[in-house]
């Protein structure tokens, strides 16, 4: 099975179980983990923040970051095919009674004159715009890198609206190996930003949200309520200081693995991409040319041994990460290509 469903599919390595077991452990709650400690000054100064926390999920890091910055009756602006507007159950409406506005995008990207004009005047009948996010990479859409340029305007204009500006980092770093700017000048003069452990790094859970030490304590607190404190959660940590000494180069191979799969399927009859597509470790393509619903494509594709993402109606996504090697990269492209064309075949 070339598995390129997600980079959440990735198994710990080896030299990764043998720290996890080596792992020093004391009471999270506490603040006595110290391998969890490690881990949490590690990234902050990673991102170039104070403090940080660690977390479960990435999913928890956006709630607890929206938790924290804003209050019920607001409203959070985002993409319309962000993570936190599609597949985080509502969280921020269920728990914090915050309202979601999606601005329309073809890949992810809002531009900073979209970003400017969501952002509602105060008046007593409308909800209060609080906090804005920018997703680096995007998720659904294709693994678009934000414009360095762009996302400091859009932080800028928010700022001046008295806005909080976040970033949705699950990927922040596949960004960062592709473009070589460091992940502090990304997060720089951001209220809150984190990165995931489970997806391109390797690990098995975990991500760590960062932002000022006074929203870190609050972060806490949230993360408390939530159900994600944890114990002796070092085993998990140290994970995570495995990966970011091991891993990163990793996240570049994964580009380019991705890079080398559209390259492979350009001119495919019926699969269609956008100009920019591969620009890091998620390739997006369209099959409506084909004329069947992207899951029947996906089963097709599973079939013979390849696993990707349908989504939508239209849309296919496969994403690289550290357990599919060029190889499988090779054999995925010769599975998606032999499925487009028998289709394709049958409909003439």
């Not at 990764?16 to 969890?36: K, L």
């Not at 380019?256 to 559209?262: G, H, K, P």
């Not at 495919?268 to 040319?289: D, H, R, W, Y």
């Not at 029947?296 to 990460?321: K, M, N, P, Y």
């Amino acid at each position: 099975m070339v598995d390129l469903f997600s980079d959440t599919q990735t198994r710990p390595t080896l030299g990764m179980r043998e720290a996890m077991a080596r792992a020093e452990v004391g009471d999270e709650q506490s603040g006595s983990d110290p391998t969890t400690n490690a881990l949490c000054a590690r990234v902050a100064d990673l991102l170039g923040m104070e403090e940080g926390v660690f977390m479960p999920s990435g999913t928890m890091c956006n709630l607890a970051a929206i938790l924290v910055q804003t209050r019920a009756g607001d409203e959070i602006i985002v993409d319309d095919q962000s993570h936190i507007y599609n597949t985080e159950a509502a969280g921020a409406a269920a728990i914090g009674g915050v309202s979601v506005r999606a601005l329309p995008t073809r890949n992810g990207l809002y531009t900073p004159e979209q970003a400017e004009g969501a952002i509602r005047a105060r008046q007593r009948t409308a909800p209060r715009s609080a906090l804005i996010s920018v997703e680096q990479t995007t998720s659904f859409s294709g693994g678009s890198i934000w414009d360095l340029a762009a996302m400091r305007r859009i932080r800028d204009i928010a700022h001046a609206s008295g806005l909080k500006a976040h970033i949705d980092g699950a990927r922040l770093l596949n960004a960062v190996a592709a473009t070589g700017i460091p992940a502090h000048a990304y997060a720089e003069g951001f209220d809150s930003a984190w990165i995931d452990l489970s997806k391109g790094l390797g690990c098995p859970v975990g991500a760590v949200l960062c932002g000022a030490r006074d929203f870190v304590t609050e972060a806490w607190r949230w993360k408390y309520r939530l159900g994600g404190a944890m114990r002796q959660s070092g085993v998990l940590a140290a994970a995570g200081l495995y990966a970011l000494d091991h891993h990163i180069d990793q996240l570049a191979e994964d580009n380019a693995n991705a890079s080398r799969l559209a390259q492979a399927l350009a001119g495919v009859p019926g699969l269609t991409f956008e100009p920019e597509a591969g620009q890091s470790n998620i390739l997006s393509f369209s099959v409506a040319g084909l004329g069947i619903p992207a899951a029947t494509f996906a089963d097709g594709c599973l079939a013979e041994g390849v696993r990707v993402r349908a989504i939508g109606s239209e849309q296919i996504r496969a994403t690289t990460h550290l357990d599919v090697d060029r190889a499988g990269i090779d054999r995925a492209a010769a599975v998606i290509r032999a499925e487009a064309e028998r289709i394709a075949g049958g409909r003439r």
